[in-house]
């Protein structure tokens, strides 16, 4: 599955670039929003949504038919509130920063005033720094090997715009997929061990709210 999203969006992102002769067509954006997420399966702990956010620049390239693509840069938060099965008082927060490189492609018809589109977003991102908070206040920070988290992810986000004007809104629930956690890691005592080591393979889900303005 891993080198299948890789492929989609390396091939999504070499058709953009072979299309930028198109200059008529193409617009620059800045883009960002609401992230909300959690972690999906765990033996101990039970996932709860975590708002964060995500912020970075875009690109739309409109293509013929109703179609265009849109990829962008952006810095994305994910994360979960993990309170321990039948004891919601002993919690601790997980958060983890990614680069992330979605591409968008999407289709919908041209009503002149507006635009509504279905938008499928194949990503792939590279953790920039992550977070461990244990109810008692213990801190873990950026500790990728003790922490066992992995830095890559990919995934594939599902969902439905709306563009009027030079304004853009998207709402978009994603899967990452693979596994968040190491289980080869040195992780096994402290926070990050009970963490790491009561994890089954999962990783964060959940939905985005994205607003674009494209110049």
């Not at 972690?39 to 690109?59: D, R």
């Not at 994910?78 to 680069?99: F, H, M, N, R, W």
């Not at 899967?175 to 061990?193: E, K, P, R, V």
């Amino acid at each position: 599955m891993k080198k299948i999203i890789l492929t989609a969006v390396l091939a999504v992102s070499l058709m953009f670039a072979g299309m930028t002769d198109s200059a008529a067509q193409l617009r620059y954006g800045v883009i960002g929003g609401a992230t909300f997420s959690k972690f999906n399966k765990s033996e101990i702990f039970k996932g709860e949504n975590m708002t964060q956010y995500h912020a970075g620049l875009t690109l739309q390239l409109k293509l013929p038919l109703g179609f265009s693509i849109q990829p962008s840069l952006i810095y994305q938060v994910k994360g979960s509130k993990l309170g321990v099965q039948e004891l919601t008082a002993a919690a601790t927060d997980l958060s983890v920063g990614y680069l992330e490189l979605p591409v968008s492609v999407q289709w919908g018809p041209d009503l002149l005033l507006f635009r509504p589109f279905l938008d499928v977003t194949p990503f792939v991102g590279y953790g920039l720094n992550n977070k461990v908070t244990a109810a008692g206040g213990e801190v873990t920070r950026n500790s990728w090997n003790d922490n066992g988290i992995h830095r890559w992810e990919y995934g594939l986000g599902v969902g439905v715009g709306l563009e009027i004007w030079k304004f853009q809104v998207i709402g978009r629930y994603n899967w990452n997929f693979g596994n968040l956690m190491d289980f080869t890691s040195d992780a096994q005592d402290g926070i990050a061990g009970a963490i790491v080591n009561s994890f089954e393979k999962g990783n964060f889900g959940g939905f985005t709210l994205t607003a674009a303005f494209l110049f």
